[in-house]
């Protein structure tokens, strides 16, 4: 789901060198998955698990995400199943963020993005945790073919 929401920044190269904080509520991600995650996502150079949203959003005006990065936060995930369907926030800074229902299925053991969905409206502050946020139109990261 990472790959989807936060793809290389040139078709020609598969690594990615922006920041990516991870983040999931109601609970943080489990030490196993993030093991798991780090290991599926070798090309992606700066990967970190926060805990609350505040590690990874500059305190001053317009609370960008530190080091020009994006941070994601997946909301309730659901545990099991071939398809899951997941809210997603995706948060630059206050004037940049989206809400999104993402969907992915699992074929032959591995996980892809095959559906998104934008959700909610636009507001301006810093991301706090649990609550809902949403929607300014942002570039579209979703995978080639999916309809956002």
């Keep these: 789901m990472i790959r989807g929401l936060v793809p290389p920044e040139n078709e020609d190269d598969t690594s990615v060198s922006r920041y990516v904080f991870v983040g999931q509520i109601p609970e943080a991600v489990p030490l196993d998955l993030q093991a798991d995650i780090l290991a599926e996502l070798e090309n992606y150079e700066n990967i970190r698990f926060v805990d609350d949203p505040t590690e990874a959003v500059d305190d001053d005006p317009p609370h960008m995400v530190k080091n020009e990065g994006v941070y994601l936060e997946f909301r309730d995930v659901p545990e099991a199943g071939r398809r899951r ?8 800074d206050e004037d940049h963020q989206e809400e999104m229902l993402v969907t992915v299925e699992e074929r ?4 892809a993005v095959t559906g998104a ?16 946020r949403s929607v300014q139109p942002v570039r579209s990261t979703a995978p080639a ?3 956002v």
């Design 145 to 147: 073919g999916v309809e």
């Design 108 to 111: 032959s053991g591995t996980w």
């Design 85 to 92: 369907t997941v809210d997603v926030l995706r948060y630059v």
């Design 117 to 132: 969905e934008r959700r909610g409206s636009s507001i301006r502050r810093p991301p706090e945790p649990g609550a809902v």
